[in-house]
């Protein structure tokens, strides 16, 4: 906490991860967790921080003594993995960079909060004219498709502008699709989600995390 205060960056220390589950209100940028004493699984911090945000924090975990047991926790979820001693220019700058990441989820969740709220306000009628909207359809292609007027089918273009606060049809449709994809995010090793059937993809993924793992263990990447 010293080290990290003194490069200005706003701390809070918790001893246990049950004291950590009972302030439900803090929102880290990132976590630090030493291992030393921690009586809890990287599982169970993962739920803590799910339940909490829904969206992905960071987390950096203290105390790997090998590249094997980092590549376990990395695959578990953490973002980064720092061996003791701790190197002091090595943790500050990787609380930096995971605190970037941090704040850039949570930017993007509140996007997609936001963009879901506004689909929420429309009715089932205008959802069924904004998904044709979507598919690149007409006025009077929409209202052929739902039987009614091009006219109609305006107007209700027209209120989905309003209740979107848009001005063109093209921030619409970015509102619409940002509402409807799932939120994803920068975990700091992982840039994609991993599917165990795409065995291209998996690789490449264990390739990222052991190459993370062996920066901080150059010794035993042998």
Same mark, same amino acid.
């Given at each position: 906490m010293i080290l990290l205060e003194k490069e200005r960056i706003s701390v809070q220390s918790y001893e246990t991860v049950a004291e950590f589950r009972a302030r439900s209100e803090t929102q880290p940028d990132c976590l630090l967790v030493d291992l030393a004493g921690l009586g809890a699984a990287?599982?169970?911090? =993962?739920?803590? =921080?799910? /339940?909490? %945000?829904g969206r992905t924090t960071p987390v950096i975990v203290i105390g790997p003594t090998s590249v094997g047991a980092a590549v376990q926790y990395m695959k578990a979820g953490a973002s980064d993995c720092l061996p003791k001693p701790l190197n002091e220019t090595a943790l500050i700058e990787c609380v930096r960079r995971m605190s970037a990441i941090g704040?850039?989820?949570?930017?993007?969740?509140?996007?997609?909060?936001?963009?879901?709220?506004?689909?929420? =306000? =429309? !009715?089932?009628?205008e959802k069924q004219v904004l998904d044709l909207m979507i598919s690149g359809r007409t006025n009077q292609a929409v209202g052929d498709e739902l039987k009614i007027s091009g006219r109609t089918?305006?107007?209700?273009?027209?209120?989905? /502008? !309003? /209740?979107?606060e848009a001005k063109h049809l093209v921030e619409i449709l970015y509102t619409a699709m940002i509402a409807m994809q799932s939120v !994803?995010?920068?975990?700091? %090793?992982?840039?994609?989600?991993?599917a165990k059937s795409n065995k291209a993809r998996f690789r490449r993924h264990y390739r990222g995390i052991r190459t993370a793992a062996c920066t901080h263990f150059p010794e035993q990447a042998a």
């Open positions: 990287m599982a169970d911090i =993962l739920r803590v =921080l799910e /339940k909490r %945000n704040q850039a989820n949570r930017r993007k969740a509140a996007h997609i909060a936001a963009a879901k709220a506004k689909l929420e =306000l =429309l !009715t089932e009628r089918a305006e107007h209700y273009r027209e209120r989905i /502008k !309003t /209740k979107f !994803t995010h920068e975990t700091g %090793n992982q840039r994609e989600p991993v």
